[in-house]
């Protein structure tokens, strides 16, 4: 599992049956100190992410797990979101749900 930041969202009107009423976010993979680090990817949201959380993605096989029994054509998910992320020596922070 690796760390993203939600950068926007994907509108399909055309899409395979099992996609339908799911959301598709744009997501900015981050490092440890949540500086960008690599390309913006496509992922199924599993846990109701929104717009600017960090949220834990992971991608392959394992993509399609959060929706058994169902096999969700994913190669890229969101299944968590961040509530902190203490990083010793460079940056301590809280990110997401600003106002909780």
Do not use: Y
């Amino acid at each position: 599992m690796q760390l993203a930041r939600v950068i926007g969202t994907v509108v399909s009107t055309v899409k395979n049956d099992l996609l339908r009423s799911r959301k598709l976010l744009v997501i900015q993979p981050v490092d440890r100190w949540l500086a960008d680090s690599g390309k913006t990817l496509v992922a199924v949201d599993s846990v109701g992410a929104g717009e600017g959380e960090i949220i834990i993605w992971c991608r392959g096989k394992e993509s399609s797990f959060p929706f058994a029994p169902d096999e969700v054509p994913t190669d890229c998910t969101i299944t968590g979101i961040v509530d902190s992320v203490n990083t010793p020596s460079k940056v301590q922070g809280s990110v997401g749900h600003e106002g909780a």
